[in-house]
């Protein structure tokens, strides 16, 4: 089952802008995990926040995690044309592995 | 860096057949696997975890007669699709679960293999 929701379900922006992305979820956490897909393709990890964090910065990425309300978000900064990719929050509730999805943001950066 | 190779990438079938999707970790030893099927525009769907050894995890709703799982090695876990159809086309992803070492439980996934049944 689906556990994360996010928002926006896509979202449009130029080069250069910040894109912020939303994710909330059900259950008590271990982690949760940022990727990232190339349409047609497979993930790659962007970032992991552990449930006793609150905020994590890998480059040009921000993560934050709000586990009082179950939320995160994801903020690209000075976004890129090469950004262009759906975006995906995942939560991990027992620390194996097991994953469950968000339903996505799909990103657009125009040039 | 940990890879994790899926193969075929892609597969085309008639309806009726089986089809093996292999998930293979190429230099690192992943004592649990995952499953997970993506249709179009959608996100993933957790299907099944598979460990090394052992019988696989399915999840609710997902029929295990229909979507074989064997984890022979511990580098090795395969999906078959028994007896496709043609809802069964879709993205197959799989993710392999670093085992030992100090980056142990970290994930990888595999560049997913895209099934279409006529």
């Known amino acids: 089952s689906q556990q994360g929701e996010e928002d926006p379900q896509a979202l449009s922006i130029q080069e250069g802008e910040n894109a912020t992305m939303n994710c909330s979820y059900k259950?008590?956490?271990?982690?949760l995990q940022w990727y990232r897909q190339n349409s047609g393709r497979g993930l790659v990890h962007l970032i992991l926040?552990?449930?006793?964090?609150r905020e994590k910065h890998s480059g040009r990425l921000r993560v934050t995690l709000d586990t009082s309300k179950k939320s995160s978000s994801l903020l690209i900064t000075a976004s890129r044309a090469a950004d262009t990719a759906s975006y995906f929050c995942?939560?991990?509730?027992?620390?194996?592995?097991?994953?469950?999805f968000g339903q996505g943001t799909t990103l657009q950066v125009k040039p | 860096g940990a890879v994790v190779s899926q193969h075929p990438s892609w597969v085309i079938c008639k309806s009726g057949t089986s089809v093996k999707i292999e998930c293979r970790s190429l230099?690192?030893?992943?004592?649990?696997m995952f499953w997970y099927r993506q249709f179009p525009k959608q996100s993933l769907m957790l299907m099944a975890t598979?460990?090394?050894?052992?019988?696989?995890?399915?999840e609710q709703g997902v029929e295990k007669d229909k979507f074989l799982i064997n984890h022979a090695s511990l580098t090795l876990s395969t999906l078959t699709v028994t007896s496709a159809h043609p809802e069964d086309s879709s993205f197959y992803i799989c993710?392999?679960?670093?085992?030992?070492?100090?980056?142990?439980?970290?994930?990888?996934f595999g560049e997913g293999s895209r099934l279409t049944v006529l």
């Open positions: 993710s392999a679960r670093l085992a030992g070492g100090p980056r142990t439980g970290e994930l990888f």
């Open positions: 259950t008590s956490i271990n982690n």
């Open positions: 926040i552990r449930s006793n964090e």
């Open positions: 995942a939560t991990d509730s027992s620390n194996t592995g097991k994953l469950i």
């Open positions: 230099d690192f030893q992943a004592t649990t």
């Open positions: 598979s460990n090394e050894g052992s019988k696989a995890t399915y």
